[in-house]
């Protein structure tokens, strides 16, 4: 059965700290990995991730693929108030024709002024 | 870039009546779309995989006959949960395939009295 698995489940820092979030994998025929921002209402894309070892930045965060490891993590740099949510990993896959995503359980993250 | 809505936003109705939401991609057309529950603090699962002029699939679980969809046209799917109780009171997200990504409506939230 395909599974996306994140850790921690939960995390409280405060501002200014850095922070990782994982997200490991086990699916049939992976197609891509994203992580997604999710505040009171549907998620928001932050990145989607195809191959390995290639990180991608945006502003304070970062994320990278191991395809071998079947990992991901997400990195928030000097945190901020408004970094407060839950962050989602999903991973498209299946056959062709019929991927569909598959969320992990989510990272609940506050940051703390 | 792509948007997806959703209506309505929030809804409240008697436990026995049915429940329609409707999900649309504004600005371009998407054969499938998909359709998520979200209970608190959880993640999101998906119910069911909704394609244009053909049967949805349903996941493990998830009652057909208790949540019909139906995905008349590229831009428009429909799920009406039937016969509402208490316990399908949750948050419900769909999403269209469109370039490159899912995109994700905005939600609804369902309270069943």
């Known amino acids: 059965e395909d599974k996306v698995v994140q850790s921690p489940l939960s995390l409280v820092v405060h501002e200014g700290d850095t922070v990782t979030l994982n997200c490991s994998y086990e699916v049939t025929n992976f197609r891509s990995l994203l992580w997604y921002k999710q505040e009171k209402k549907a998620p928001t894309f932050l990145f989607m991730l195809t191959s390995s070892g290639i990180e991608k930045k945006s502003g304070r965060l970062s994320s990278i693929l191991d395809k071998k490891e079947l990992f991901s993590i997400l990195n928030i740099t000097a945190t901020q108030t408004g970094d407060s949510a839950i962050y989602l990993c999903a991973v498209e896959a299946g056959g062709s024709g019929t991927y569909k995503y598959i969320f992990g359980t989510g990272t609940r993250l506050k940051v703390l002024a | 870039g792509a948007v997806v809505s959703q209506h309505p936003s929030w809804v409240i109705c008697k436990s026995g009546t049915s429940v329609k939401i409707e999900c649309r991609s504004l600005d371009f057309q998407a054969t499938t779309m998909f359709w998520y529950r979200q209970f608190p603090k959880q993640s999101l699962m998906l119910m069911a995989t909704s394609n244009e002029g053909s049967k949805a699939t349903y996941e493990q679980g998830v009652e057909k006959d208790k949540f019909l969809i139906n995905h008349a046209s590229l831009t428009l799917s429909t799920l009406t949960v039937t016969s509402a109780h208490p316990e399908d009171s949750s948050f419900y997200i769909c999403?269209?395939?469109?370039?490159?990504?899912?995109?994700f409506g905005p939600g609804t939230r369902l309270t069943v009295l």
């Open positions: 999403s269209a395939r469109g370039p490159g990504l899912q995109y």
